[in-house]
Nanobody, 120 residues
């Protein structure tokens, strides 16, 4: 399976942005999908994940929402009220079957990342 993240860009503080993660090669409908972000010199941070029916997001962020459209083989990350500290490269990933949602090592396929820059 290939994952293609898109939708990043430069926005101002307080604005919203929606990232997309389009999968190809195989359906992701039965898989938990996750979003992560990373800034230079830091570890990749789990933003949240979505099962087939339920979205979970990092409570320390609180302004982001994950959704999916299985018929489009796509997962989304809606980011609201963006802050400069949200600036990062955002990645989508597929959780292997039986994996633990919060364990980064359990995500077996990753998109290439899309850069989000929030200006103050």
């Amino acid at each position: 399976v290939q994952l293609q993240a898109s939708g990043g860009g430069l926005v101002q503080t307080g604005e919203s942005l929606r990232l997309s993660c389009k999968a190809s090669g195989r359906s992701i409908s039965i898989y938990v999908m996750g979003w992560f972000r990373q800034t230079p010199g830091n570890q990749r941070e789990h933003v949240g994940s979505i099962t087939r029916t339920t979205s979970y997001t990092n409570s320390t962020i609180g302004r982001f929402f994950i959704s999916r459209e299985n018929d489009k083989n796509t997962v989304y990350l809606q980011m609201n009220s963006l802050k400069p500290e949200d600036t990062a490269v955002y990645y989508c990933a597929r959780l292997r079957l039986g994996g633990v949602m919060g364990q980064i090592r359990d995500y077996d396929y990753w998109g290439q990342g899309t850069l989000v820059t929030v200006s103050s």
